[in-house]
């Protein structure tokens, strides 16, 4: 598919109010400001193309790239090609998009442990995304390789960089929901953490009390798995 093609329907998607919004949020142009509505149309009609999606990509347009994350083939991302687009993040909504790409990648954990430690404010970001994910959704992992990070995560968030600092609380959630073993963890580090303080710019958003936020899911499942009716035998 010919990407001027999909440049020039983006281009066309895009709205001034929507550009405004993105722009709150710190992206930068060039960008469309294309809705995730409109961009979830186009990834459907387009499916997987990682031809169109390496194309896009090096336009360094917003609405492109973000497009370009959800089209790409997971299994044709290089561990070479997944560095240089990481660095080119500038911004956390491209950043979250590249994670959520390269956490299906099988390179994931090893792209964690790579960029947890990174100076760089994205690619730090992108790794802690990462552990969230790994979190989240790998249960081949054993709580043992969770707790070292818990550590980390205590001993150096307040220390961090600004979106470095947001995306540490959120993987301490991830951790804390995993387990009940890693939730007595995680609370603990969260109450020594205290408030993480995170500049969020001209937008509502807010960084999330982690001991809340992990009691609350806990809570919420709990409930859920009680309301489900038994299976007999």
Sequence with gaps: MDPAVILSRLEALGTAQNRKVYQRHGVRPPLYGVSYANLGKVQKQIGTDHALARALWSTGNHDARILAT??????????TAIDQWARTLDNYVVTDA?????????????????????????????GWNLVARLAMDDAT??????????????DGIHARKNRVRHAMNQA??????????LETVALAAAKRIGTVEVDHGETGCKTPDAAAYIRRTVSR?????????????
């Design 172 to 181: 301490l959630i991830a951790i804390g929901v995993r387990s009940k073993a």
């Design 221 to 233: 499942r709990k409930t859920r798995k009680a309301a489900r009716p038994s299976r007999r035998r």
């Design 141 to 154: 992992l054993p709580d043992s390789y969770f707790k070292p990070l818990v550590a980390v995560i205590e």
């Design 98 to 126: 590249l994670s959520a790409l390269v956490a299906r990648t099988p390179f994931a954990r090893k792209k964690m442990e790579k960029w947890i430690g990174a100076p760089g404010e994205w690619v730090a970001s992108a």
């Design 70 to 79: 959800q089209i790409a083939d997971p299994d044709m991302m290089t561990p």
